[in-house]
Nanobody, 124 residues
């Protein structure tokens, strides 16, 4: 049974940093894309970052490019999201996702497995 467990969320001041972790278990993920999404109250779920487990290629939307970095530790089966220069607009619940995604990695419907999310709150 696949499990994705996020951790590392919290309250941080604008301009600060947080690192989120996603511990993955239950299968091998070498053919998978691992993604981070976020959802703020009253808004749709938004793509934040993706990494191909094999090869380590990454992809970001313009809203976080240069501030967020996604990475993975294959030995620990863990994906990270380093978030720097945080803004109040980054406040949301952040979700880890996994899927054998081909094509558009920004589409949440492409992902098969999801974690329960971790809250990130950025105070201005």
């Amino acid at each position: 049974q696949v499990q994705l467990v996020e951790s590392g969320g919290g309250l941080v001041q604008a301009g600060g940093s947080l690192r989120l972790s996603c511990a993955a278990s239950g299968r091998t993920f070498r053919r998978y894309v691992m993604g981070w999404f976020r959802q703020a109250p009253g808004k749709e779920r938004e793509f934040v970052a993706a990494i191909w487990w094999t090869g380590g290629s990454t992809y970001y939307p313009n809203s976080v490019k240069g501030r967020f970095t996604i990475s993975r530790d294959s030995a620990k089966n863990t994906v990270y999201l380093q978030m720097n220069s945080l803004k109040s607009d980054d406040t949301a619940v952040y979700y880890c996702a996994a899927g054998e995604v081909s094509g558009i990695v920004t589409d949440s419907r492409k992902y098969d497995y999801w974690g329960h999310g971790t809250q990130v709150t950025v105070s201005s």
